[in-house]
């Protein structure tokens, strides 16, 4: 999961958070396992993979409260009190925490999905041991196996079909108290959407933009906001992608995909994890397997396909500008290079749903103030 604005403070562990863990270590039955620490994304939890003397699994989460500056939106926030505390307030609304994750684990075990069973938690701490899924991450089962591709998307729609099916409740039992699913509303699209003209231009060496084109840009991106606030509302996950789906083939149906990195999860919009998995930053996603994926989704459902992909295009517009937001202040402020062999990715799923004709002004916009060619050409610098 990539932050996006929340400032992160020192992960040292501290006395009483090491405590902690050794504490839910030995609840869920693994306190005198070997501890395997696993790469860490940009984010403000950690992971270990626990080994048993007997050969038995499980995973360590560590997301100490303390390692992001602000907590999760409160229900009732105004606007005026969500801008004013940042990006977990504005945008991502939940935060970094444990409970959040038991809390729609258990949601989304209850649904017959595989996510991971929570062993053990201490939610003040922020620590928690859970099911360990494996290691058959779709992503890299695919380098291996890229034959396999069509039919796992395909299954990754059908599963979003399912989810999309049940309501969403307001709140889940978690540790602590409830976890509230909130909506992703207006300013959360807003404050996504910003991302691209904050920290593009910076990017590519040119001045901040002036207050008509940020004005023209403000203009065009509401117009597109105003249409997915009228959209089909959804349990979204978030951060649907491949490399937070796991293939599980001892298990039956829907089964089969493992769920990873959803405590960010909200009330938002039906095509939103489908712009997750098919506008893909780090891999490509073959005409087939895109194909696969809304073919099951609307035989599953009897949704307009001609509505799905309208969906999908405006939210996905929203999403990759934010995306590429993101990568552009990675690049740029955070001296993270890496993040360059992902532009022109990007940037052609930006020049795939910019040939949807409701966006002809975003195109436009575009065309002139952010050329696609100069922002695929910044991974060559």
């Not at 532009?343 to 910019?354: E, I, S, T």
Request: one cysteine or more; hydrophobic letters at 45%.
């Amino acid at each position: 999961m990539l932050l996006s604005g929340t400032a992160v403070r020192d992960m040292t562990e501290s006395p009483a958070f090491a405590a902690a863990t050794a504490r839910v270590m030995s609840a869920a039955g693994f306190a005198e396992a070997r501890r395997d620490p696993l790469d860490q994304d940009a984010s403000t939890r950690s992971y270990e993979r626990l080994v048993r003397p007997d050969g038995r699994t499980a995973m360590l989460m560590k997301a100490p409260r303390d390692n992001e500056s602000d907590g999760p939106c409160a229900p009732l926030a105004t606007e005026a009190e969500r801008l004013a505390r940042g990006w977990n307030w504005t945008s991502r609304l939940a935060a970094s925490r444990v409970e959040a994750f038991a809390a729609v684990s258990a949601h989304l075990r209850q649904l017959g999905l595989s996510a991971p069973e929570v062993l053990a938690v201490d939610e003040t701490a922020g620590v928690a041991v859970v099911e360990d899924l494996g290691g058959g991450v779709l992503a890299a089962l695919l380098q291996d196996q890229p034959g396999e591709e069509v039919g796992l998307y395909a299954l990754a729609g059908e599963l979003l079909a399912s989810l999309h099916a049940m309501p969403v409740p307001a709140s889940l039992p978690a540790p602590g108290g409830d976890w509230h699913l909130l909506d992703f509303d207006r300013l959360a699209l807003r404050v996504n959407a910003d991302l691209f003209v904050e920290w593009v231009p910076q990017l590519l060496g040119g001045r901040p933009y002036g207050a008509q084109t940020l004005q023209t840009y403000q203009a065009v991106t509401g117009t597109i906001i105003d249409k997915i606030l009228m959209h089909p509302r959804a349990l979204t996950l978030r951060d649907y992608h491949a490399e937070n789906l796991i293939w599980l083939p001892r298990r039956a149906g829907l089964a089969q995909i493992g769920l990873l990195d959803f405590q960010d999860a909200v009330h938002g919009y039906r095509a939103w994890d489908f712009t997750m998995l098919l506008h893909d930053a780090r891999r490509d996603v073959t005409p087939a397997a895109h194909e696969a994926a809304l073919a099951a989704y609307v035989a599953a459902t009897g949704a307009s396909r001609g509505a799905l992909e309208q969906e999908l295009a405006l939210q996905g517009a929203i999403n990759v500008l934010r995306i590429i937001g993101i990568f552009a202040r990675l690049i740029h402020r955070d001296s993270k290079g890496r993040y360059r062999r992902f532009m022109p990715r990007m940037v052609g799923h930006l020049r795939a749903v910019l040939r949807e004709p409701m966006l002809a002004d975003l195109a436009a916009w575009i065309e002139q103030h952010a050329p696609l060619q100069a922002l695929t050409e910044v991974d060559r610098d």
